[in-house]
């Protein structure tokens, strides 16, 4: 099937609540790379998702809130964290457009060993800071484990006004309602709902990590093709579909 279309809200009910989370002070840099390159990355059963011949490299750091399981309340401490993923965009025999994540740093152990041992999601455990001051968000980072070690950088953007009409782009990049990853062998899908995301224009104003190389991705030269900073929304994930 083709792909299904970009929106800017879930096209499908995620199901029943499984975990809802905050993402807040989310800055989204990105760089296109030839789908080619990208494609044995990805799990059995997704191909890149591509616009205009080109699909794309995340780097999105930003600050989880209260995790909460089932519909129970968010834990304000174990379930809120800085966190920066690497990620890649993929899309199924079903047309579902989803992320696949390479790999996740957050800075609250607890959740890191949860995701890891029951989610199956590469996460790993680094020191993590997000300061904002005005305009200015800074986030820091670097890996404690597993390797390798150290890996990590510092991420500045200077956030701009809010976009009336984002774009195509922006909306390929930030309009995905679900992960593709492997569960027990086989495809699995992750739903997820949240609102449309408010996004703002944003300078990159300093950019140094090694986060995306320690991902086994192809290295990314130059300025990013895309700078985006959100304020955040509340999300809510559905149960994992295979």
């Keep these: 099937m083709e792909p299904e279309q970009v929106t800017d809200t879930a096209?499908?009910?995620?199901?029943?609540?499984?975990?809802?989370?905050?993402?807040?002070?989310?800055t989204f840099l990105h760089w296109a790379v030839d789908p080619a390159l990208v494609a044995p990355l990805l799990p059995a059963g997704t191909?890149?998702?591509?616009?205009?011949?080109?699909?794309?490299?995340?780097?999105i750091p930003f600050r989880m809130r209260r995790i909460g399981v089932?519909?129970?309340?968010?834990?304000?401490?174990?379930?809120?964290?800085?966190?920066?993923?690497?990620?890649l965009y993929s899309t199924d025999d079903a047309g579902r457009r989803g992320?696949?994540?390479r790999s996740l740093d957050a800075d609250r152990l607890l959740p890191v060993l949860a995701a890891r041992w029951?989610?199956?999601l590469p996460y790993c455990w680094a020191?993590?800071?997000?300061?904002?001051?005005?305009?200015l968000v800074t986030y820091t980072s670097r890996r404690r484990w597993p390797g390798?070690?150290?890996?990590?950088?510092?991420?500045?953007?200077r956030v701009g006004n809010r976009l009336a009409d984002p774009g195509s782009l922006?909306?390929?990049?930030?309009g995905r309602w679900g992960l593709h990853q492997t569960a027990a062998g086989r495809l699995a899908y992750w739903p997820n709902e949240h609102p449309a995301w408010p996004l703002h224009a944003a300078e990159l104003v300093a950019c140094e990590q090694d986060l995306v190389p320690a991902a086994g991705l192809p290295r990314v030269d130059g300025a990013p093709d895309s700078v985006l900073f959100s304020p955040g929304v509340d999300v809510r994930f559905g149960p994992r579909l295979r």
Excluded: C, H, I, K
């Design 11 to 26: 096209p499908r009910p995620a199901g029943r609540t499984v975990f809802t989370q905050g993402w807040r002070d989310v």
């Design 47 to 59: 191909r890149p998702d591509v616009l205009d011949g080109a699909t794309y490299v995340g780097l």
């Design 70 to 87: 089932l519909g129970a309340p968010g834990l304000p401490w174990a379930g809120s964290f800085a966190e920066t993923n690497v990620r």
């Design 99 to 101: 992320v696949v994540f």
């Design 118 to 120: 029951v989610a199956g």
């Design 127 to 135: 020191r993590m800071r997000v300061r904002r001051d005005g305009d």
């Design 148 to 157: 390798p070690r150290g890996a990590g950088g510092r991420v500045v953007v």
């Design 170 to 174: 922006a909306g390929f990049l930030t």
